[in-house]
């Protein structure tokens, strides 16, 4: 992934190179690819990242654990949720703070809330890749209903800060499990249409069938993980792998596929979908009762400091695994924060995939890996 | 039409017969037409937002009602950028171009038994020769802007059409034999002793359908413009009224190869009740509403799909039905 634009000196002249992103409609944020082409056929991919570079590793180096909070919830603004309760995790396990139960459940709850907007999010914004524009409007409805469940213990709609060592900042409301499940219910409701509606589309299953595959050996050399990985055929998810929070408890499946193409990537996530549902069912019958948070004001900067040692904490983001390597020498800052973002590998494999393929497909298997520019960029 | 004709017969005093009959006609059909796109680009946007569990536009005057008019206003305010790299003469011309086409072959569609502003003897053959011309001008576009997305819509865009318009002649032959003419008049009139064509020949409506659904490049065939894959395709580099033009030339289109539809298979101005006009206008907003039903439901084809559709499946079938037809109109007629 070099930042260098083919020379027009080293270019042969039955191709030509096109300059894609950083600012175009199917880019998903500012991702810049040269292609170089011959007619329509791609002969070279070389993404370009780092236009939304922040600086959050440097940022974690200069603030305290506490402060560096928010920060996470914007690297994937997606599933701000399940990043920000990874590092309250890593931070607790390194820390040794004990977690209430209630909290614990609570976390899971709303990270699976959180998966399941995103990839309600990603069908839209697929299918728009591809030219239906109506489907999103569908999926952003239903996502609409979680965002609002989201909200109403949140506070917020996208970047969600309610993580604390320790626990949550707020409690669930007593109603809460009772309109999780009417919003449940309507996700439920939908699944048919869905099926119907897409995967019964000749035009989307011809656009998707035995497009942009790659192999077992190469998700491995990559290190490509979550759906992308699952399609693939590897049942691989750090919830089941490496157990963490409250997943241990709660049964449920890990789908995966062979074909490892666009259609097999979008199936796993409407499967993964239906798996994130069946975990939110178990966990609202087993909330227990107690308190959300074990002490207030626990991460304030005069009482939080971590012993000397390293952490690493993974979990399964929406995307795929997503680690947090914590390097503490026991200052109120972390001496070194590095976080390994799955769309980062996700992206990488595509330079090899893409060769061959046409324009039109480009953005149909660029969409289907489901990269997040600003978690990459970071 | 006693004012149309005073009117018409005021300007013959100073101008003569044939410039006036002809400079009257014009400026009725560019004025109808304008007012087509107004009303085609607001239904297209309320009908969209319905399919798609929104309202549409509601702001503007009642019910949203005048959105158009207000669209109109600022594409007209708009900055008109030329690109310091372009062909200036070529893209100049081609917002221009795009649209006489359309205006040509509008002026041949057969109104009504009585009048009609061109009666021609051949004029289903100059419709197809005429409609084949607008993909000249999508083309232009796209080579002057000198932008490498636009080139790629405009190439996109002439191996599109070119491949479409085959199985939509073949279509349109298969009721020219039927009828046994290719005056569009006589068309509609044959239709009025026998049934609507569309009954005669179903998989030709359908394959005209297709057709013409590619050649107005809507989806799920606007890979000339895919917005997700080359942002604007051929007018990536047009603004403010020289991409209305291409805009005015699509949805006339529309009209045209809906009102073209209408008359070939389901009876073009017949009708009980109404006036001729208002039911072929009945009729090719009804195509025209099935057009952009389609585009709100189906994702984009990829271009290769797009052109083995055609001439792996559409040509053949065209053809088989064309012999069919041939053999049955011979054997039994």
């Known amino acids: 992934m070099t930042a260098q634009t083919p020379t027009l000196t080293a270019e042969p002249l039955d191709t030509y190179t096109l300059n894609m992103g950083p600012q175009h409609p199917s880019t998903h944020g500012v991702l810049r690819l040269v292609l170089t082409l011959r007619g329509e056929k791609l002969v070279h991919v070389d993404p370009v990242i780092g236009y939304g570079h922040r600086g959050h590793e440097?940022?974690?180096?200069?603030?305290?654990?506490?402060?560096?909070?928010?920060?996470?919830?914007?690297?994937?603004?997606?599933?701000?949720?399940?990043?920000?309760?990874?590092?309250?995790?890593?931070?607790?396990?390194?820390?040794?703070?004990?977690?209430?139960?209630?909290?614990?459940?609570?976390?899971?709850?709303?990270?699976?809330?959180?998966?399941?907007?995103?990839?309600?999010?990603?069908?839209?914004?697929y299918?728009?890749?591809?030219?239906?524009?109506?489907?999103?409007?569908?999926?952003?409805?239903?996502?609409?209903?979680?965002?609002?469940?989201?909200?109403?213990?949140?506070?917020?709609?996208?970047?969600?800060?309610?993580?604390?060592?320790?626990?949550?900042?707020?409690?669930?409301?007593?109603?809460?499990?009772a309109r999780a499940r009417v919003v449940l219910k309507k996700l439920k409701d939908r699944w048919q249409e869905y099926e119907d509606l897409v995967e019964g589309n000749v035009i989307f299953v011809q656009r998707t069938r035995g497009v942009g595959i790659f192999t077992k050996e190469q998700c491995q050399s990559y290190g490509v993980t979550g759906s992308s990985l699952r399609a693939a055929g590897v049942a691989y998810d750090v919830r089941k792998v490496e157990p963490y929070g409250a997943y241990p408890r709660f049964q449920f499946d890990i789908p995966t596929r062979p074909e490892s193409d666009a259609f097999a990537r979008y199936w796993v996530r409407v499967q993964e979908m239906k798996q994130s549902v069946r975990i939110i069912e178990q966990a609202l019958e087993q909330l227990p009762d107690g308190p959300i948070l074990t002490e207030r004001g626990l991460g304030s900067k005069k009482r939080l400091k971590l012993p000397v040692g390293t952490q690493y904490y993974a979990v399964e983001a929406a995307r795929g695994a997503y680690g947090i390597l914590l390097v503490s020498e026991g200052g109120t800052e972390p001496y070194r924060a590095k976080f390994r973002v799955p769309s980062y590998a996700n992206l990488a494999v595509m330079q090899d995939v893409m060769p061959g393929y046409m324009v039109a497909d480009l953005v149909g298997i660029l969409g289907s890996i489901d990269v997040i520019i600003p978690e990459i960029d970071r | 039409m006693t004012l149309l004709t005073g009117l018409r017969d005021w300007i013959a005093g100073f101008l003569g017969e044939f410039l006036a009959t002809w400079l009257l006609g014009a400026a009725l059909i560019m004025t109808f037409l304008a007012f087509n796109v107004l009303f085609l680009v607001l239904a297209e946007r309320k009908l969209a937002g319905h399919f798609q569990r929104r309202v549409g536009p509601m702001e503007v005057g009642p019910h949203g009602s005048l959105q158009s008019i207000a669209d109109m206003i600022k594409l007209l305010g708009k900055q008109i950028l030329t690109p310091v790299a372009t062909d200036r003469f070529v893209y100049l011309l081609?917002?221009?171009?795009?649209?006489?086409?359309?205006?040509?072959?509008?002026?041949?569609?057969?109104?009504?038994?009585?009048?009609?502003?061109?009666?021609?003897?051949?004029?289903?053959?100059?419709?197809?020769?005429?409609?084949?011309?607008?993909?000249?001008?999508?083309f232009m576009a796209g080579w002057s802007?000198?932008?490498?997305?636009?080139?790629?819509?405009?190439?996109?865009?002439?191996?599109?059409?070119?491949?479409?318009?085959?199985?939509?002649?073949?279509?349109?032959?298969?009721?020219?034999?039927?009828?046994?003419?290719?005056?569009?008049?006589?068309?509609?009139?044959?239709?009025?002793?026998?049934?609507?064509?569309?009954?005669?020949?179903?998989?030709?409506?359908?394959?005209?359908?297709?057709?013409?659904?590619?050649?107005?490049?809507?989806?799920?065939?606007?890979?000339p413009e895919a917005e997700s894959e080359l942002v604007g395709g051929f007018h990536t580099e047009y603004s403010g009224m020289r991409f209305a033009m291409f805009f005015f030339a699509e949805y006339t289109n529309m009209l045209v190869l809906g009102a073209l539809g209408a008359t070939l298979f389901l009876g073009g101005w017949l009708g009980p009740w109404l006036p001729g006009p208002v039911w072929l206008l009945l009729k090719t907003y009804a195509v025209i509403f099935v057009l952009i039903w389609v585009r709100w439901t189906f994702p984009r084809l990829r271009f290769d799909q797009l052109m083995s559709f055609a001439w792996k499946l559409l040509i053949p079938v065209a053809l088989l039905n064309l012999v069919i037809t041939a053999i049955l109109v011979h054997g039994v007629g």
């Open chain 2, 145 to 223: 802007s000198n932008n490498k997305y636009a080139v790629l819509g405009g190439m996109r865009s002439v191996a599109q059409v070119i491949a479409y318009e085959i199985p939509v002649l073949l279509a349109a032959l298969s009721v020219v034999m039927i009828a046994q003419t290719t005056n569009l008049r006589q068309i509609v009139e044959a239709q009025a002793n026998t049934h609507w064509y569309v009954l005669y020949q179903p998989i030709a409506a359908l394959l005209f359908f297709i057709g013409i659904t590619a050649e107005t490049n809507r989806a799920p065939f606007d890979i």
């Open chain 1, 127 to 177: 299918l728009l890749d591809l030219g239906g524009w109506t489907p999103q409007l569908y999926t952003w409805d239903d996502r609409e209903a979680i965002l609002f469940l989201l909200e109403s213990v949140t506070g917020s709609r996208l970047t969600y800060c309610t993580g604390r060592f320790g626990g949550l900042s707020r409690d669930l409301d007593a109603d809460f499990p």
């Open chain 1, 58 to 125: 440097k940022m974690a180096e200069n603030r305290t654990y506490a402060q560096f909070l928010p920060n996470t919830s914007r690297q994937d603004y997606l599933s701000g949720v399940i990043y920000n309760n990874a590092w309250c995790e890593a931070v607790e396990k390194l820390a040794g703070i004990a977690v209430p139960e209630r909290a614990l459940v609570a976390r899971v709850i709303l990270a699976e809330f959180n998966r399941l907007a995103s990839h309600l999010m990603w069908i839209g914004a």
């Open chain 2, 94 to 138: 081609a917002p221009l171009l795009v649209f006489l086409p359309t205006l040509c072959v509008a002026s041949l569609i057969p109104l009504t038994g009585a009048e009609a502003f061109a009666n021609q003897p051949y004029g289903l053959l100059v419709i197809v020769a005429l409609s084949g011309v607008t993909v000249l001008s999508i």
